[in-house]
């Protein structure tokens, strides 16, 4: 039975607006001032050298770019509001700009929970195969990044080793991490171009992405920004997501976090626009808040998580930026009560942060730390319920059921109503939130929704079988892991 | 013929109403056997409307409608099957909703279900007090007395009813089910009530166990 290919997008319609005009106005300000002032940490002297040529303050013996106001609005007019990640599968590509809201995978979680034994451990190669086989077969995953670090290859080769696990295990665009070096960036493009055919063919349909992380605050590693410059010229789009921890590495307060984060994601927009114009790229704020007792990441992140996905989501609008934003996350160590209203929340951030193009991250838990396979097919559940309310308002004259109303009367029912039928489907049905009786949930032996997910992940694993690559271009893409290995080998001791 | 009965059953699982209704119509008019439109048309695609719940193939509104298509094409091929001197139905059941209780949508969800497998269903209807259900237990001698109600406040009178059974001398002549939201196995066990379901299709199932019969009665 050959069952239809197809993405499932979140279509937002509802926008609540955490910060007014004015004060939208205030926080853009004030970034441009840091970005004038105190301007950001770019250790690459190349690109250092054309951004001054652009008209950017460097100074060249701290590695500081400072950025006049109006060399940052003209460059940010320049990256496109729209774009397409293209697939392997064209009916799987995704529209970027036109209203939909695409699900990625997490990535590059350090620790996997072992499927047979329950217990976390350091992922492969192979369980980054499995885990990518699983997501191509979900419907609600749009984009895949690695979604755990590939540890058993050498550390400078894992960019090319999660590309190709990635490439050959899905027919949904990759997004490719670990890139961290101009060098990492030119094997994985070779191998987007192998797979899509050529470099115009993978101008055309860019099958591969990639981002940039910064380091906060304000600093970027120069081999990553000239990663991201590769990646652009190579016309594959390239964002840039922030990871900045408040009270640690932004500032505690909220406004505070927005400005310092903004300025790092506009300095690298504005670098890539500088050196590559017109390069499609996005925003990526993601949040995250320090444990005031540990120091560590705060696993118990509440309501400053939602309000600041909702103010980046303005700052994304005013720039007229694709978004990247952070759909999933949180700090428990399975699925439970705290994932679920973490989650919960979280998505409905989402869901209310107007037009997100781009939602990471599913599949993991502890932080991002540790992925379980049940996290993609349960947050799958969660995304498509969202996905469910933001699509399912509508009052057309079949809708308001007036006549049906009145065929039924007081102390009817509507059971046998056609009308019931023809709609009854648009109702939301679950995979795995549990409708069983308290009976039969007892005579199951107490199954919870985990369960059912380990069941169903069980069933994919088993019986899905992406598109494989062709055995030339397979080939091929061994070759120029080989290539890599060899050279990034006499690279390090050379 | 069992082609148009194949065509019969079709129209069932497709909730074609009319397509039924003038299937059933050609048949009987047809001369053919009653007893046999009964079984392999209509129960039939009654059981298998009830495998396709069972398996989540098909929704409750769907099963509600298929069972109103049942009544009608049945009062199509009941004249004719007791023209001919057949066995119209099995076994029947009493049902009420109970006394102080208004709520009787779950219960006609199960008399109406009942029927599609050959029940003769008595409705006392809703708010019915236990005098009237042992005064019907006592003219109709069912196999069967269903009790449901809703609410928490009406459910003890389901015990009511079971003692008015056991004081009247009627309690071992008849099977007892009970349903409702608040109604759970424990309940029924308690009270002392022959079975219990959670919803109507389980209900149909239960009311054929209790019967002693997994197949429809009748046959």
């Known amino acids: 039975m050959s069952v239809e290919r197809r993405i499932r997008p979140m279509r937002g319609r509802f926008q609540i607006d955490v910060l007014s005009e004015g004060e939208l106005e205030q926080v853009h300000r004030a970034t441009l001032a840091v970005l004038e002032r105190v301007g950001v940490q770019i250790t690459s002297e190349r690109i250092l050298r054309e951004l001054a040529a652009a008209g950017a303050g460097v100074d060249l013996e701290t590695s500081r770019a400072r950025f006049p106001s109006t060399m940052v609005e003209e460059a940010i007019a320049l990256a496109p509001s729209s774009y397409v990640l293209a697939a392997r599968d064209p009916a799987l590509d995704l529209a970027i700009g036109a209203g939909n809201g695409y699900l990625s995978l997490d990535g590059c979680a350090a620790e996997i929970v072992d499927l047979d034994t329950g217990r976390r451990r350091p992922p492969t190669k192979d369980d980054l195969v499995q885990a990518t086989r699983l997501a191509d077969a979900v419907d609600e995953v749009a984009n895949l990044w690695p979604c755990v670090a590939v540890t058993d290859v050498p550390p400078h080769v894992q960019a090319v080793h999660q590309t190709h696990a990635q490439l050959a295990s899905s027919t949904k665009h990759v997004t490719a991490m670990s890139t961290f070096s101009s060098?990492?960036?030119?094997?994985?493009?070779?191998?987007?171009?192998?797979?899509?055919?050529?470099?115009?063919?993978?101008?055309?349909?860019?099958?591969?992405?990639?981002?940039?992380?910064?380091?906060?605050?304000?600093?970027?590693?120069?081999?990553?920004?000239?990663?991201?410059?590769?990646?652009?010229?190579?016309?594959?789009?390239?964002?840039?997501?922030?990871?900045?921890?408040?009270?640690?590495?932004?500032?505690?307060?909220?406004?505070?976090?927005?400005?310092?984060?903004?300025?790092?994601?506009?300095?690298?927009?504005?670098?890539?626009?500088?050196?590559?114009?017109?390069?499609?790229?996005?925003?990526?704020?993601?949040?995250?808040?320090?444990?005031?007792?540990?120091?560590?990441?705060?696993?118990?992140?509440?309501?400053?998580?939602?309000?600041?996905?909702?103010?980046?989501?303005?700052?994304?609008?005013?720039?007229?930026?694709?978004?990247?934003?952070?759909?999933?996350?949180?700090?428990?160590?399975?699925?439970?009560?705290?994932?679920?209203?973490?989650?919960?929340?979280?998505?409905?951030?989402?869901?209310?942060?107007?037009?997100?193009?781009?939602?990471?991250?599913?599949?993991?838990?502890?932080?991002?730390?540790?992925?379980?396979?049940?996290?993609?097919?349960?947050?799958?559940?969660?995304?498509?319920?969202?996905?469910?309310?933001?699509?399912?308002?509508?009052?057309?004259?079949?809708?308001?059921?007036l006549e049906?109303?009145?065929?039924?009367?007081?102390?009817?029912?509507?059971?046998?109503?056609?009308?019931?039928?023809?709609?009854?489907?648009?109702?939301?049905?679950?995979?795995?939130?549990?409708?069983?009786?308290?009976?039969?949930?007892?005579?199951?032996?107490?199954?919870?929704?985990?369960?059912?997910?380990?069941?169903?992940?069980r069933q994919i694993l088993t019986e899905h079988e992406p598109e494989p690559l062709d055995a030339d271009v397979e080939r091929e893409l061994l070759h120029i892991i080989d290539v890599h290995e060899r050279e990034s080998e006499g690279a390090k001791h050379g | 013929m069992d082609e148009k009965i194949a065509a019969l059953r079709e129209a069932f699982y497709a909730l074609d109403d009319q397509a039924a209704v003038r299937t059933t119509t050609e048949l009987i008019e047809g001369g053919a056997d009653p007893q046999v439109v009964l079984q392999t048309g209509l129960a039939e695609a009654m059981l298998e409307i009830g495998r396709r719940w069972n398996a989540g193939d098909m929704f409750l509104p769907e099963v509600v409608a298929a069972a109103d298509i049942f009544q009608r094409c049945n009062s199509i091929v009941e004249p004719a099957l007791i023209a001919a001197g057949g066995k119209t139905l099995g076994h029947r059941v009493v049902m009420a909703t109970v006394k102080g209780d208004l709520h009787d949508l779950g219960k006609n969800m199960v008399g109406a279900m009942l029927k599609t497998v050959g029940f003769e269903v008595h409705d006392l209807g809703k708010d019915v007090p236990t005098d009237r259900i042992i005064e019907a237990v006592k003219e109709v001698e069912p196999t069967i007395v269903g009790l449901s109600s809703l609410l928490t406040t009406t459910v003890p009178e389901q015990r009511n009813v079971i003692r008015a059974l056991e004081e009247n001398g009627l309690r071992r002549s008849v099977k007892v089910m009970v349903g409702g939201a608040p109604v759970t196995q424990e309940w029924a066990e308690e009270i002392g009530a022959d079975g219990f379901a959670p919803n109507a299709p389980e209900a149909v199932e239960l009311a054929l166990r209790l019967a002693g019969s997994e197949r429809p009665p009748g046959r």
């Not at chain 1, 060098?183 to 990639?210: F, K, N, Q, T, Y």
């Not at chain 1, 600093?219 to 408040?246: H, K, Q, R, T, W």
């Not at chain 1, 590559?276 to 949040?287: F, I, N, W």
């Not at chain 1, 320090?290 to 909702?310: T, Y």
Request: net charge negative; aromatic share 8%; proline share 4%.
């Open chain 1, 183 to 401: 060098r990492d960036a030119r094997a994985v493009v070779e191998m987007a171009r192998v797979v899509a055919g050529g470099d115009e063919a993978l101008r055309a349909r860019p099958i591969l992405s990639s981002f940039q992380c910064s380091i906060s605050p304000l600093s970027y590693e120069g081999d990553v920004m000239e990663a991201a410059v590769e990646f652009a010229n190579a016309g594959l789009p390239c964002g840039f997501v922030a990871m900045a921890i408040g009270t640690a590495t932004a500032p505690t307060t909220l406004a505070g976090h927005l400005v310092s984060v903004n300025a790092e994601l506009l300095a690298g927009i504005v670098t890539l626009e500088t050196l590559v114009p017109g390069a499609a790229t996005y925003y990526g704020p993601y949040q995250a808040f320090m444990d005031l007792q540990s120091g560590g990441i705060n696993l118990a992140w509440g309501p400053e998580e939602v309000l600041f996905k909702l103010a980046a989501a303005q700052l994304a609008r005013r720039y007229e930026v694709p978004m990247n934003i952070l759909g999933f996350g949180t700090g428990a160590k399975s699925q439970d009560w705290q994932a679920g209203a973490q989650h919960a929340i979280a998505l409905m951030g989402v869901a209310v942060a107007g037009e997100a193009d781009m939602i990471a991250a599913t599949g993991t838990v502890y932080g991002s730390r540790v992925f379980a396979f049940e996290n993609v097919v349960l947050d799958a559940e969660l995304f498509d319920l969202v996905c469910h309310m933001l699509e399912s308002v509508s009052v057309s004259d079949e809708d308001l059921a």
């Open chain 1, 404 to 457: 049906v109303i009145e065929a039924v009367g007081p102390g009817g029912h509507f059971l046998s109503q056609a009308h019931t039928r023809a709609h009854m489907r648009e109702l939301w049905m679950p995979r795995f939130f549990g409708r069983d009786t308290w009976e039969d949930w007892e005579a199951a032996g107490r199954p919870d929704p985990r369960d059912r997910a380990r069941e169903r992940l």
